[in-house]
């Protein structure tokens, strides 16, 4: 298991930009893909993306292509979500989460491929 702590959450002008930080400790970081996931107030948990193990692999829910960009800093066991373009209906609790090898054959897009998940952090869009 490894142990996941988000940051970089607050509270954004609609338009503006974010970067949420992941710092991940515990097992070797990169024998895990990670995920980033949202919860909307009063909504389900949602996918918004996801990174292979090297890196090499990105893949994004459709309304966050070319507005979120994930990246992965394996000498520092930290992932990123740079948010762009923002828009009240970003706003939401963000998540990272940690896919085991186990579950390698799971969707990124499955909540369930995830066995690590942070805490979480609010992340606020203004019109």
């Known amino acids: 298991q490894v142990q996941l702590v988000e940051s970089g959450g607050g509270l954004v002008q609609a338009g503006g930009s974010l970067r949420l930080s992941c710092a991940a400790s515990?097992?070797?970081?990169?024998?895990?893909?990670m995920g980033w996931f949202r919860q909307p107030p009063g909504k389900e948990r949602e996918f918004v993306a996801a990174?292979?193990?090297?890196?090499?692999?990105?893949y994004y829910a459709d309304s966050m292509k070319g507005r979120f960009t994930i990246s992965r800093d394996s000498a520092k066991n930290t992932v990123y979500l740079q948010m762009g373009s923002l828009k009240p209906e970003d706003t939401a609790v963000y998540y990272c989460?940690?896919?085991?090898?186990?579950?390698?054959?799971?969707?990124?897009?499955?909540?369930?491929?995830?066995?690590?998940w942070g805490q979480g952090t609010q992340v606020t869009v203004s019109a």
């Open positions: 515990g097992r070797s970081f990169s024998n895990y893909a």
């Open positions: 990174i292979s193990e090297t890196g090499d692999n990105t």
């Open positions: 989460a940690a896919r085991p090898p186990v579950f390698a054959y799971r969707s990124y897009m499955n909540p369930l491929a995830y066995t690590s």
